[in-house]
């Protein structure tokens, strides 16, 4: 008798294409629809499968796989994996992957449309056009801030926030300064352009200050009231990293009351859900979450996780050694040598 073929849930519907590489080597179960999962409905799909594919909306922690005893992988689609309780993963022996590197341009650009947007008021300034306030015309009409020669911050000197780095020093010739967990090799510095400061300096320093550093409770509200009051009233502020990293009614009242010029925000702390004291404000520019929504990158993001499943199940080229392993710990003891590489928060 053959062996059944291990078992596999995609929680989203994703390219189909991709999708179907996993039907190569497993029972696939895909979600057709967009779903809002309870944690209940999260464990009990978790409780079915060998392996899981999970978006940063499936949060899997000790709870979700309290009663999984066949789960050996789950695979987040995204570089960021709050939504992964990896230690709890770790201690069952479960693999975790993330998707890094292939999105990191993508997601740089993106940062940086939403500070140009958002120092030049260009949503703000379209929405007044469209409510047909144009005319008479004025020279003072939609003053913004200048993005090129200005200080550029950088809160978490990852992969994006290099990239955002290059993009400002070398393309619009700011200034960088950047706060960061560890500081980075001096050669990295100089070809970034960038300069390494505290982080009170940063805060004080930047004209455009952008967020990319990865979530975790040590860092929630890190920008509050007390962050916000130490930057330039000229300043804008960007995020797209994790919402819960901003005090959202403290920026809404800085913002509300001049006390700082601008925001641009792809991240919210009660996504999808935004808070009706910034959906109010002019001076704030709002996207849903769309830092890595390119159609390449989102599809590389779904092949690279459907590489780390196939080979975290022991299947394809790469059995055993899943490209971007979050916990070598689990690929040994699940008996494989360790061929993932460790991914640390902080090289998003
Ligand atoms: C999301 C992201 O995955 O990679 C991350 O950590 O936040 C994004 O790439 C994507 O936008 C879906 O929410």
New binding site residues.
């Given amino acids: 008798m053959t062996e059944p073929r291990p078992r596999v849930w995609v929680s989203q519907p994703l390219f189909d294409d991709l999708v179907a590489r996993l039907g190569e080597h497993f029972d696939v179960v895909a979600a057709s629809d967009i779903t809002q999962y309870t944690p209940e409905q999260v464990a009990h799909h978790l409780a079915q499968v060998d392996g899981a594919l999970v978006?940063?909306?499936e949060k899997v922690g000790a709870a979700e796989i309290a009663g999984v005893p066949r789960l050996r992988a789950v695979c987040?689609?995204?570089?960021?994996?709050n939504n992964l309780d990896v230690d709890a993963l770790s201690r069952a022996g479960i693999v975790a992957t993330?998707?890094?590197d292939v999105?990191t341009e993508?997601?740089a650009d993106l940062g940086f449309a939403l500070l140009m947007a958002a120092a030049r008021r260009v949503t703000e300034a379209e929405r007044w056009l469209r409510e047909g306030h144009w005319g008479p015309w004025s020279f003072e009409t939609m003053l913004g801030m200048d993005v090129h020669g200005s200080t550029l911050g950088i809160l978490g000197m990852g992969r994006i926030g290099q990239g955002i780095a290059r993009r400002g020093a070398h393309g619009f010739g700011m200034k960088v300064v950047y706060h960061n967990r560890s500081r980075l090799p001096q050669d990295v510095e100089r070809d970034l352009g960038a300069r390494y400061v505290g982080f009170d300096a940063l805060l004080q320093q930047a004209d455009h200050l952008v967020l990319m550093l990865p979530y975790s409770p040590d860092v929630h509200h890190l920008i509050d009231a007390q962050a916000l009051a130490k930057m330039k009233p000229t300043a804008t502020l960007v995020n797209?990293?994790?919402g819960g990293i901003v005090d959202e009614l403290a920026l809404a009242d800085a913002l509300a009351h001049g006390r700082l010029a601008a925001a641009g925000l792809?991240?919210f702390e009660g996504?999808p859900q935004v808070r009706p004291e910034l959906l109010a404000l002019r001076n704030v520019v709002l996207t849903p979450?769309?830092?890595?929504?390119s159609l390449t990158?989102?599809r590389a993001?779904v092949a690279l996780a459907v590489d780390n499943l196939t080979a975290a199940l022991g299947a394809g080229p790469h059995a055993g050694e899943p490209p971007s392993a979050l916990n070598a710990e689990a690929l040994k003891a699940a008996g494989f040598a360790v061929g993932g590489k460790k991914i640390i928060a902080d090289k998003?």
Avoid: F, K
Wanted: glycine residues 10%.
């Fill in positions: 978006s940063l909306n987040n689609l995204g570089v960021g994996y993330n998707t890094p999105l993508t997601t797209i990293a994790r792809d991240v996504e979450h769309i830092g890595s929504a990158t989102r993001m998003r």
